[in-house]
């Protein structure tokens, strides 16, 4: 039986606006990633991927508030801890996180030494100049960094490098878990192609023994993780492996989401595009029932009369949120 | 001129140097290239190829150094402000980021109204303009009801690049050029946002020139192909033969670095880069 490392149960979080309205992003989710595996989390903008991101950490600042649930890191409950404890204890020692604007993140008046030398004094402040260099050497070795960037200003980096220099620093501390949010979004294919390779190869040589993934990128869900989850309105609609869920959705949403899939295969051209219409629901006030009926084109009345749909499960991890099937 | 083959748009040795002495850098070199009447082009090539530049360039908004362009058979003249919002009437844009296109202190009808009165259509009866506006709209499958009265933060990214193609097609200019405008929005929004392009061009006859780094996308759209490396055209053709008979190995890199599902998607061979 493998180690769980991160084991969510039934998770809910809510945003708290100005004027109090409640804005439940993150509904009862619940996701367990085991130890050398990774998992991936797609879903369009607004469906609270990111959101989902931050509660799975702990890291509730306002206007992020918990509501609900469970969440155990490596067999350790992390839900009752103060945030700014988690901040300092947990975030980059036990699990890191990308964010999707990552490279943005680097101080331009900072060389990235300095910037390397911030994270870890932050964690270990009796940590040595000579040992972070020689830490900081080793690890853009191995994950074919060369060693001038340490020397450099954010400025004279290509937008790839940036990228991978953020994941290589966020991972120096040794995390167990790695939250990579959209890390090549901003990038083009080629670049993205090298941050895929960095994060395989970091999860190949142990320096993380977990991941969670997170795009909107099918095709790169499919060949970079083991499981994938589909979210939508702040609900987990399907989950199984990248096989079943890619080659074969269950859900109404997943098999629209690969209706508008664009691959340089031949025949592609022929095909058409079959966008979903119409946007998410508002998550202020959530539909009854199937929050995807309004877009479904197999909705039936009995969609939106049963107030909450569950999750039915199939076995071996496999799961959809639909009565339909 | 509207024979449906005649060119549009020509440029010739077309060459831009940005920087002087040891920091001159030649983002676009002697590039040539033809697009006819109606045609959907992509130029592709990976960050830092010189694809804005070029985009730049044909749009007017910055001086080649070197080399000449030909609007509708004649040299592009915009030495004026006025004959340069001339061209502009017939050469349009929608840029990568949605969120920095718009004035963010003017509502939306008014961004929709000043393409109406920029087509010489200041004298419009109202019910005219507002007809005008929703038919627009309605193009982009989103309610003109809807959008009264807001500001463009108030929408998502997707929403506000349909918009920006209601701009073009108030504007019904000859060439649109579309700089990435899918990089920024999810998988889901993005085939909306093409099927759009592709409408626009079949019921407006607009001529569009599609920049991407993500082939699959200029696969999906063009006829016409050109792959930039290092500010060169290396290859050029028609989408079939550019696509699945490349010749270049640049080409090919570009074609493997997509993430496919029926092909194996291969992260050994990735070589790191230095830079």
């Known amino acids: 039986m493998p180690k769980v490392l991160l084991d969510v149960n039934e998770l809910s979080t809510k945003y708290v606006t100005r004027f109090h309205e409640d804005v439940y992003a993150v509904d009862r989710v619940s996701l367990k990633v085991e130890e050398g595996k990774s998992l991936g989390i797609a ?3 607004g469906c609270g991927k990111s959101t989902l991101a931050l509660s799975m950490m702990g890291y509730y600042f306002p206007p992020l508030h918990y509501v609900s649930g469970d969440i155990c890191l490596d067999g350790k409950n992390i839900t009752k801890m103060d945030p700014d404890v988690i901040r300092r204890k947990i975030l980059g020692t036990e699990i890191s996180y990308i964010p999707q604007s990552a490279m943005n ?4 008046t900072q060389k990235i030494l300095n910037f390397i030398q911030d994270v870890i004094w932050a964690h270990n402040p009796k940590a040595t100049k000579e040992e972070i260099l020689n830490l900081a050497k080793e690890r853009f070795k191995l994950l074919g960094l060369p060693e001038s960037v340490l020397y450099k200003y954010p400025v004279e980096l290509s937008g790839g490098m940036k990228q991978r220099t953020v994941i290589a620093v966020s991972v120096i501390l040794g995390p167990k878990v790695l939250i990579a949010d959209e890390p090549s979004s901003a990038l083009d294919v ?7 390779k960095m994060l395989v190869d970091l999860m190949q040589s142990g320096f993380i023994k977990a991941m969670v993934f997170i795009t909107h990128e099918l095709p790169l869900l499919y060949n970079v993780v083991d499981d994938i989850m589909v979210m939508y309105a702040g609900q987990i609609v399907e989950k199984g492996t990248a ?4 080659l074969d959705p269950l859900h109404p949403y997943s098999r629209g989401l690969m209706g508008s899939l664009i691959v340089p295969e031949e025949g592609m051209r022929e095909q058409k595009l079959i966008a979903i219409p119409g946007a998410p629901p508002n998550l202020k006030d959530p539909p009854s029932g199937c929050r995807f009926a309004a877009r479904c084109k197999y909705v039936i009345p009995q969609c939106t009369k049963i107030h909450t749909i569950d999750m039915q499960e199939l076995g071996n991890g496999r799961a959809y949120r639909c009565i339909f099937y | 001129m509207d024979n449906g083959s005649g060119s ?18 030649l983002a676009v070199d002697h590039v040539s290239l033809e697009i006819h009447n109606k045609e959907i082009v992509s130029i592709v090539g990976e960050s830092g190829s010189g694809k804005t530049t070029l985009a730049k360039l044909l749009l007017g908004l910055t001086e080649p150094t070197e080399g000449e362009i030909y609007f509708l058979g004649k040299k592009r003249d915009i030495s004026t402000h006025k004959k340069r919002l001339e061209y502009w009437k017939n050469i349009q844009a929608i840029f990568q980021d949605p969120y920095s296109s718009f004035n963010i202190f003017r509502k939306i009808d008014d961004v929709l109204l000043d393409c109406i009165n920029m087509r010489d259509g200041k004298n419009t009866p109202r019910e005219e303009k507002i007809r005008m506006m929703s ?11 809807e959008l009264t009265n807001k500001y463009p933060f108030e929408l998502s990214g997707g929403q506000m690049q349909r918009l920006m193609i209601a701009r073009v097609f108030l504007l019904k200019p000859k060439i649109l050029i579309a700089d990435e405008p899918t990089s920024m929005i999810d998988a889901c929004s993005r085939a909306t946002i093409l099927d759009m392009l592709l409408k626009l061009n079949a019921e407006e006859g607009t001529t569009l020139i599609f920049i991407t780094h993500d082939i699959g996308l200029a696969y999906y759209l063009s006829q016409t192909v050109y792959i930039m490396k290092k500010g060169r055209i290396v290859e050029s053709g028609t989408a079939e033969e550019v696509i699945l008979h490349p010749k270049e190995a640049y080409t090919k890199r570009l074609i493997s670095d997509v993430p496919k599902i029926r092909e194996e998607w291969d992260l050994s061979t990735v070589v790191y880069s230095t830079e």
């Open chain 2, 8 to 25: 549009c748009l020509k440029c010739v040795e077309l060459t831009k140097v940005y920087g002087m002495g040891r920091t001159k850098t």
């Open chain 1, 43 to 45: 879903g369009e903008s």
């Open chain 1, 190 to 196: 080629t670049s993205q192609k090298m941050v895929i």
């Open chain 2, 135 to 145: 038919e627009a709209c309605s193009f982009v499958n989103m309610k003109f009801e």
């Open chain 1, 105 to 108: 993140a680097l101080n331009p």
């Open chain 1, 243 to 246: 096989d079943e869920v890619v």
